[in-house]
């Protein structure tokens, strides 16, 4: 099939090059960005990484860019045969030779033939360091130059430097960025742990020996919220800055039990669950000013809790045992018009749990069980359809990347349980965790650079 | 045996103090040799009565000891008793609850040992205990929180419907975070899922129900 693709292509390429822009479909993507490029559904564009000189920067960037290229699902990736032949795309200019300076020769006929729709160059340039150059092989044009200067493999936050470059080349295919740029927090063995998005760098951050649960990202990318636990069953919720490491305790958490909480999207408030002498549920607090602990829920008899805002914030998915059942359900985000949320069929729709809603705001992921074995959900927030996403081993908490198109979520498909990352529009699934356990995994948004 | 030996040792002193009699020094060259026994005699008169008094005193002291040893063993064998009683009451009290998968109501038998909890909770009036609910492996990890709460709820509401003051329970969950049984089977799971009763206070001297 993939063969087929790249031959059509390369006919396209080779005969009608420029008919095929007029055969070009323009698709909506990302909030009505239009993009010019054949894409049909199911069928990706062909992207060709190519080899060249060879350095420790550059080496390393090339690498992390082509998985990270290969990550964002995006892409028909194509691998060579002889990995480094296509290095004789650049020659000096014939008859030239004494300036010295080469000049690339881009063979798109090539490259086409090969079945790309577009190619990435990583290469090293005297006056800009590296240099990222995307090639649009059905145009025969550069698309995008991407120049990081001064790129040392050795220095902190490098990793992070060359992801956000290669979401900047989806971004240039697609118009919307790649998410190579994120991280993914989750509990291992009572610690949380940070891991990058292609499952590098993994990093304890809470205290060792102390149970840790229930992380969650501020929208800034640079805090954290997470449970403590004490020996009593108490646990209080803390604010962790990322970058230094410190962390203090938001004082209304303090004497109960209090977890999975969640940042309204402006990052002002926190909503969380408190399990007490009245139950469980579902609070907030203005963590911006510092006051305000409001209670949303009163449960009585049911319990309430793992609160989940909406992109907008003005409600919240949550999960309720109202009925008898753990089903999800929606209120305002000041706890008005509280009502069932996923339809319910007894005998049909299992308990379910962890709801968080997409990025986009069409979706909200949960686990529910079916067949007494957990799995994990999709619901269409709209017509409010439910949809099966895994169903291999135990699959539970979803957490959503910022693109609204990846999900990683906790399965136990290889023994125990790691955290799976799943693309929703191709099917595509990888391991990130290979720790003994992982569980609670909570993606970030898009990391910016700092610019202190 | 324990009568006899302040008397055998009483005996062994008089044994000593006739011995050490027995053998005087070597009296002075004197005049009158009557004179001289009469002398050793009374010496000797004077010798057997201190020891006699001796040996009254070392009585005496004995029986005083013994009367003090014996008031102590009394009292530690009181103490004992107390101690064993509180021990017995703790272990009524850790005596755990459990419950059936995903839920928390008190079944049957778990009432009864609570009705246990709720005897000693009633003979002690200042005892605190608190109530920490646990679960299986198998559900949601924050769900458990909620879950583990509702069953420390469910021992201590069925505790103060009885008239146990609300103020005496603190309750708290533990999720599924802290198993007692490992294993992924219906064995280690209902063993797992679980209240556990611990004492907060009051608990120093506690008084078994019915004694």
Same mark, same amino acid.
């Given at each position: 099939?993939k063969?087929r693709?790249?031959?059509?292509?390369c006919a396209?390429?080779?005969?009608?090059?420029?008919?095929a822009a007029?055969?070009t479909?323009v698709? @909506?993507?990302?909030?009505?960005v239009?993009i010019?490029?054949? /894409?049909q559904?199911? #069928?990706r564009?062909?992207?060709?990484?190519?080899?060249?000189?060879?350095?420790t920067?550059?080496?390393?960037?090339?690498t992390?860019i082509?998985?990270?290229?290969?990550?964002?699902?995006?892409?028909?990736?194509i691998?060579?045969?002889?990995?480094d $032949?296509?290095?004789?795309?650049?020659?000096p200019?014939e008859?030239?030779?004494?300036?010295?300076?080469f000049v690339?020769f881009?063979?798109y006929a090539l490259?086409?033939a090969l079945?790309?729709?577009?190619?990435v160059?990583?290469?090293?340039?005297?006056d800009?360091?590296v240099?990222?150059?995307?090639?649009? #092989?059905?145009?025969?044009?550069?698309r995008?130059?991407l120049?990081?200067p001064?790129?040392?493999?050795e220095a902190?936050g490098?990793?992070l430097?060359?992801?956000?470059?290669?979401d900047?080349i989806?971004?240039?295919?697609t118009?919307?960025?790649? #998410?190579?740029?994120?991280q993914?927090l989750?509990?291992n063995?009572g610690?949380? /742990?940070? #891991?990058?998005?292609d499952?590098?760098t993994?990093e304890?951050?809470?205290?060792?020996?102390i149970?840790?649960? $229930?992380?969650?990202?501020?929208?800034?990318g640079?805090?954290?919220?997470?449970?403590?636990?004490?020996?009593?069953?108490?646990?209080s919720?803390?604010?962790?800055?990322?970058?230094?490491?410190?962390?203090?305790?938001?004082p209304p958490?303090?004497?109960?039990?209090n977890?999975a909480p969640?940042?309204s999207?402006d990052g002002?408030t926190?909503?969380f669950?408190?399990s007490?002498? @009245?139950?469980?549920?579902?609070?907030? /607090?203005?963590?911006?000013?510092?006051?305000?602990?409001?209670?949303?829920t009163v449960?009585g008899f049911s319990?309430?809790l793992?609160p989940?805002y $909406?992109p907008?914030?003005?409600?919240i998915?949550?999960? $309720?045992?109202?009925?008898g059942?753990?089903?999800?359900?929606?209120?305002g985000s000041?706890?008005t018009g509280?009502?069932?949320?996923?339809?319910?069929q007894y005998?049909?729709?299992?308990?379910?749990h962890?709801p @968080?809603?997409?990025?986009?705001?069409?979706?909200?992921?949960f686990d529910?069980?079916v067949?007494?074995v957990s799995q994990?959900?999709l619901?269409?927030?709209?017509?409010?359809?439910v949809?099966q996403l895994t169903s291999l081993?135990r699959?539970?908490d979803?957490t959503?990347?910022?693109?609204?198109?990846h999900i990683?979520f906790?399965?136990s498909r290889t023994?125990?349980n790691?955290?799976?990352?799943i693309d929703?529009?191709?099917?595509r699934?990888?391991?990130?965790?290979r720790?003994?356990?992982?569980?609670?995994?909570?993606?970030s948004p898009r990391?910016?650079?700092?610019?202190n | 045996m %324990?009568h006899?030996?302040p008397? &055998?040792?009483?005996l062994f002193?008089?044994?000593i103090?006739?011995a050490?009699?027995g053998?005087?020094?070597?009296?002075?060259p004197?005049?009158?040799?009557d &004179?001289?026994?009469?002398a050793?005699?009374?010496?000797q008169?004077?010798?057997?009565s201190i020891?006699?008094?001796?040996?009254? %005193?070392?009585?005496v002291?004995?029986?005083s000891q013994?009367?003090?040893?014996?008031?102590?063993r009394?009292?530690?064998d009181?103490?004992a008793?107390?101690? *064993?009683?509180?021990?017995n009451?703790?272990?009524?009290?850790?005596?755990?609850v459990? +419950?059936?998968f995903? %839920?928390?109501?008190?079944?049957?038998d778990?009432a009864?040992?609570?009705? *246990?909890k709720l005897a000693?909770?009633?003979?002690?009036p200042?005892? %605190?205990?608190?109530v920490t609910?646990?679960?299986?492996?198998?559900?949601s990890? *924050?769900y458990?929180?909620?879950l583990?709460?509702?069953?420390?709820?469910a021992a201590?509401r069925?505790?103060?419907?009885?008239?146990i003051a609300e103020?005496?329970i603190?309750? &708290?969950?533990?999720?599924e975070e802290?198993?007692?049984a490992?294993?992924?089977?219906?064995?280690?799971?209902g063993?797992?899922?679980?209240?556990e +009763?611990?004492?907060?206070?009051g608990?120093?001297t506690?008084?078994m129900?019915?004694?």
């Open positions: 099939m063969r693709i790249g031959l059509g292509l396209i390429a080779f005969a009608a090059a420029p008919a007029q055969d479909t698709v @909506e993507r990302g909030g009505g239009r010019g490029i054949t /894409y559904p199911g #069928v564009p062909g992207m060709l990484i190519l080899g060249g000189e060879r350095g920067a550059l080496d390393s960037a090339r992390i082509a998985r990270d290229l290969n990550y964002s699902d995006e892409f028909e990736m691998a060579l045969p002889l990995g $032949s296509l290095t004789l795309r650049i020659r200019p008859g030239d030779g004494a300036t010295g300076s690339p881009v063979n490259y086409a079945g790309a729709d577009f190619a160059n990583v290469h090293r340039e005297a800009s360091g240099v990222v150059t995307l090639y649009d #092989v059905q145009g025969d044009v550069v995008r130059e120049r990081i001064n790129l040392d493999p902190r490098f990793r430097r060359v992801h956000r470059i290669a900047e989806v971004r240039a295919v118009g919307v960025p790649g #998410v190579a740029a994120t993914i989750f509990i063995a610690r949380i /742990y940070r #891991v990058d998005f499952g590098h993994v304890g951050l809470s205290t060792p020996g149970n840790a649960m $229930s992380p969650t990202w501020a929208p800034d640079r805090h954290a919220v997470f449970t403590e636990f004490l020996d009593n069953g108490q646990g919720l803390y604010l962790l800055d990322l970058d230094t490491g410190r962390r203090q305790v938001i958490t303090v004497g109960t039990l977890y969640e940042f999207p002002t926190l909503a669950t408190r007490d002498g @009245e139950g469980t549920d579902i609070y907030t /607090y203005n963590l911006a000013d510092e006051c305000c602990l409001q209670r949303l449960g319990d309430n793992s989940t $909406s907008d914030g003005r409600r998915a949550y999960v $309720s045992t109202r009925p059942y753990t089903q999800i359900y929606i209120m000041d706890g509280q009502e069932l949320f996923a339809p319910f005998g049909v729709s299992g308990e379910s962890a @968080e809603w997409s990025p986009d705001g069409l979706n909200i992921a529910r069980y067949s007494k994990v959900f619901m269409d927030v709209g017509n409010l359809v949809r081993g699959n539970t979803p959503w990347a910022p693109d609204a198109r990683a906790v399965s023994g125990s790691q955290v799976w990352i929703m529009e191709t099917g699934v990888r391991q990130l965790t720790l003994g356990e992982a569980r609670l995994p909570a993606w990391i910016a650079e700092r610019t | %324990r006899t030996l008397i &055998s040792a009483g002193v008089i044994v103090a006739a050490c009699g053998g005087p020094p070597p009296p002075p004197g005049p009158d040799p &004179s001289l026994a009469a050793q005699a009374e010496e008169q004077v010798r057997d020891a006699a008094e001796q040996a009254v %005193r070392d009585s002291q004995r029986d013994r009367i003090v040893a014996e008031e102590r009394v009292r530690e009181s103490l008793s107390v101690r *064993e009683e509180t021990n009451v703790r272990d009524l009290l850790a005596r755990r459990h +419950f059936d995903d %839920r928390s109501n008190i079944g049957t778990d009864a040992i609570l009705d *246990e000693v909770l009633q003979r002690n200042d005892l %605190r205990i608190r609910g646990h679960c299986d492996e198998r559900g990890d *924050e458990n929180l909620a583990g709460n509702r069953r420390a709820l201590k069925y505790l103060t419907d009885r008239g103020s005496r603190a309750t &708290s969950s533990m999720g802290r198993p007692i490992m294993g992924a089977n219906e064995g280690a799971w063993q797992n899922r679980r209240d +009763f611990t004492i907060i206070s608990g120093g506690l008084k129900p019915g004694m």
